[in-house]
C-alpha cells in the first residue's frame, strides 16, 4: 500500500513514525529514511533502532524499527549555506540507499520522511520518486511518503493520502517550536 501524508500542517512525520511504533508492535520491520532534515536534532534522532517486545508470548515476534537521517538540513533558508549540489547529492543518496534497502528485502514497511519537499525543490526527480513508490508497493506491505507539496501523480498513485491542514498553531502566536514537539 502507498500512503502519502502531506499537507501544510503538523503531524505528517508525527503521523509516520505512530504507524511506524504501531506496525514494530505487531513485529514489522520499519525503516525510515529522512530527507532534508539533517543536522538539526529531532526528538526522533536519539531512537535510531527499535527492537519491540511484545507483552505476550502469544503476539507477533519482535519488530524492528531504524531511522537513517540523510538529509543536509533545510534548504535556502534558516541560514543554510550549503551548495544546492550537495542538497541534491543528498538527495540522490538518500533515494538510492531507500531503493537498495527496499530490495533487500529485509523491511516490512518503508518510510521516506519529507520525500515531497525534496520534489517540490527539484532536489529529486518526481518521476525517480514514483517509480519507487510503484516498484515498493510491489516488494513491501507499505511504503509511506511524507512531506508537503505531495505531486499530484503521486496522490494520484497512492491508496492512502492524508492532508494534514494548518486551522490553528502556536506559531502564529510567536510561539517558537519545542523540543519533543515540533522537533
Do not use: C
Not at 90 to 100: F, I, Q, S, V
Not at 117 to 125: E, K, T
Amino acid at each position: 500500500m502507498i500512503i502519502v501524508n502531506t499537507g501544510n500542517g503538523k503531524g505528517k512525520t508525527t503521523a509516520a513514525l505512530g504507524q511506524a511504533l504501531r506496525s514494530v508492535g505487531e513485529g514489522k520491520k520499519v525503516l525510515m529514511v529522512q530527507f532534508i532534515k539533517g543536522p538539526w536534532k529531532s526528538g526522533e534522532d536519539d531512537v535510531q533502532v527499535i527492537q519491540g517486545s511484545p507483552s505476550n508470548s502469544s503476539g507477533p515476534s519482535s519488530g524492528v524499527f531504524e531511522l537513517r537521517k540523510m538529509g543536509r538540513g533545510f534548504v535556502g533558508i534558516l541560514g543554510d549555506q550549503l551548495p544546492r549540489e550537495e542538497h541534491e547529492r543528498a538527495a540522490r543518496e538518500a533515494l538510492a540507499y531507500a531503493r537498495t534497502e527496499m530490495e533487500s528485502g529485509k523491511w516490512d514497511i518503508v518510510i521516506l520522511d519529507e520525500v515531497n519537499n525534496a520534489v517540490a525543490l527539484g532536489l529529486i526527480s518526481k518521476e525517480d520518486v514514483l517509480a519507487f513508490a510503484s516498484d515498493a508497493k510491489q516488494q513491501l506491505e507499505h511504503v509511506i511518503l511524507t512531506g508537503r507539496d505531495a505531486p499530484k501523480e503521486l496522490i494520484d498513485i497512492a491508496d492512502l493520502v492524508t492532508e494534514m491542514r494548518d486551522v490553528k498553531h502556536p506559531y502564529e502566536k510567536g510561539v517558537k517550536a519545542r523540543r519533543g514537539l515540533e522537533y
